[in-house]
């Protein structure tokens, strides 16, 4: 009777690799989904400050002054949120 054999050889495994559960919510999920919703914002502010923009000139003085101060700051955080998430992958 003959009796096939095969060998299965492990390469460089870590403990660690093997002991960690598996987890939907990840670093890297997680870092995706919050650049994703900071370009929601910026989406939505650009497309609120565009249907403001036809209105009344009061309205439009009103709308400008709040882009001035939201476009900044969710530039920046959405800025440095793809920097952080592209800063910190492994290159393989």
Known sequence: METNV????????????VARPYRFWSTDVVRAL??????????????WGFRNAGGAEQAWKQTKE???LL?????ALLG?????????QKIQ
Request: hydrophobic fraction near 60%.
């Open 6 to 17: 095969q060998t299965v050889e492990v390469q460089n495994i870590s403990p660690e690799e």
């Open 80 to 88: 440095s949120a793809v920097g952080f998430y592209f800063g910190t």
């Open 66 to 68: 709040l882009l001035e």
């Open 34 to 47: 919050l650049a994703l919703v900071f370009a929601a914002f910026l989406l939505i502010t650009i497309l």
């Open 71 to 75: 476009l900044p700051a969710i530039t």
